[in-house]
């Protein structure tokens, strides 16, 4: 069973909307789609669900059929949904993986990918980074790794690698987005320097509180390392990185609040504003 491990707001006339995921209950998402919905005068209630790998279909279907509005999907079903909707957003087809599922009153659900806009609005945006003619090592070939390739690729980098645990998984990949540019899939022990622009790490990792073990060389005074978990703390990535004096180490809290607007929009074609909610999450990250 979904396991919603929020208390639904009381309001029985508020759009129903929620995450899916397994684990979801260290989510900030139910607050701040509540600050967006408070900020932008939409009555709507975002509960959290607490989905088993191989069960995401069934019980996403049951959430639409009782009245769910949209779902936010994370780790791991975001292949599965994909999989699930009946129309792809062009961002979403790319990526073969979705995070936002909008469900209409002629029962299509359409998928959409808001994760790649979200990081690099973050990046560039948030951080001001400029990524133009930058070396760029992505690590993990998973579904967070799925969506931000293509915006990546967007831009006019030096070089993409895209490294993985599992090599094959990142050299297919990178077979996959090479009509977008210049991109390599290896093992992390086939990495090399000179030290890189800027390092993503979009493994799952972190979640075991492990960081593999990565080639010396990679991170040098200029390197930024951006980790797309959030959470409160240091995470194995961020320590590495912090261990090896890299000159700047974030976490994905900005691209968290970014992709929530981008679904917040689809939703109810309303864009809030994200400023507000990210200095109010900067008291707790
Ligand atoms: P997500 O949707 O978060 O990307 P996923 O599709 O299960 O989830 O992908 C998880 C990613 O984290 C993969 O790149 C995985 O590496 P493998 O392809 O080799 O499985 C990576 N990963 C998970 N645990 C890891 C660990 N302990 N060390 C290194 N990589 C790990």
Redesign the pocket.
């Known amino acids: 069973m979904a396991r919603p491990v929020s208390e639904p707001v009381e309001d029985p006339t508020a759009d129903q909307y929620g995450l899916a995921g397994h684990p979801v209950d260290h989510s900030w998402s139910p607050f701040i789609h509540g600050m967006f919905a408070k900020a932008t005068g939409q009555n709507l209630a975002y509960r959290l669900f607490d989905i088993e790998p191989g069960a995401f279909r069934r019980e996403a279907l049951r959430l639409f059929t009782s009245g769910l509005k949209g779902l936010n999907v994370t780790?791991?079903h975001?292949?599965a949904a994909a999989e699930l909707v009946n129309e792809l957003t062009p961002r979403a087809a790319r990526a073969q993986a979705v995070n936002t599922i909008a469900f209409y009153e002629d029962t299509t659900l359409l998928g959409d990918n808001t994760d790649g806009l979200g990081l690099l609005v973050d990046l560039e945006t948030n951080l001001g980074l400029d990524l133009a003619n930058k070396r760029v090592l992505v690590l993990?070939?998973?579904?967070?790794?799925r969506g931000i390739l293509a915006p990546l690729l967007e831009r006019p980098l030096r070089a993409l690698v895209i490294a993985?645990?599992?090599s094959a998984?990142a050299k297919a990949l990178a077979t996959e987005f090479g009509d977008l540019g210049s991109v390599e899939g290896c093992g992390f022990e086939q990495v090399e320097g000179p030290p890189y622009d800027l390092i993503i790490n979009?493994?799952?990792?972190s979640l075991?509180g492990?960081m593999?073990q990565m080639p010396a060389g990679l991170v040098g005074e200029d390197t930024v390392c951006y980790d797309l978990a959030y959470g409160r703390g240091e995470t194995p990535f961020t320590r590495w990185a912090r261990s090896l004096h890299a000159a700047r180490v974030d976490k994905g809290w900005g691209m968290l609040v970014e992709q929530a607007a981008a679904s917040f929009a689809l939703w109810r074609g309303v864009r809030p504003d994200t400023r507000p909610v990210l200095e109010a999450l900067a008291r707790f990250r």
């Open positions: 780790l791991p975001k292949q993990g070939a998973g579904g967070a790794v993985n645990r599992t998984r979009g493994t799952s990792a075991s492990e593999p």
